[in-house]
């Protein structure tokens, strides 16, 4: 069985579009997908699954929660190697003075990985950065990420394919579940 990292974008934010983790597990299980396990109420699942790949795992999720819960969502999948290789590509996190509580990770939903941001300006503060790295765009934002604009609507609009960010804190914690480690 290979491990699946889920994280829904829209769901339980600010109070708005409510969807219960309890919930969210049904529908895993009800998907046929085993030992489906959440992180925050920010629609993170964790799960396993005999599939081999991600593809069509986002989709159906994506489904099930229009079905079940009447909501649009846009779902980001990733294999545990993926997640696990994230993690250690992100050119941010070891320079020197980056505070990781200020780290982001935009994962994107429906490109084919040649997204790219040459030629894009990026509306970037003062001391925020923006490195894409096959599909996760990762980012720094010092000053909070609720008023930077490089954000998910940003991204959406220039690179064409959906987005859904993560702290890193919940980046790490959720490879970390992946590996069958305590999220901490």
Known sequence: MATFVSMIRGVNVAGHRPVRMARLVELCEGLGFSNPRTYLQSGNVVFESRRASNRGIGEALER?????????????????????????????????????????ATFLVGQDGRASLAGIELPLARGEEAVLAGSVVYLYCPHGYGVTRINNAFFERKLGARATTRNWHTVTALERMARGAPAA
């Not at 929660?65 to 294999?79: K, N, P, W, Y």
Request: charged share 20%; net charge positive; glycine share 8%.
């Open 64 to 104: 099930g929660i229009l079905r079940e819960c009447g909501l649009e969502v846009s779902v980001a999948v990733r294999t545990s190697r993926e997640m696990t290789a994230t993690v250690a590509a992100n050119p941010l996190a070891s320079r020197p003075g980056v505070d990781p509580r200020f780290l982001h």
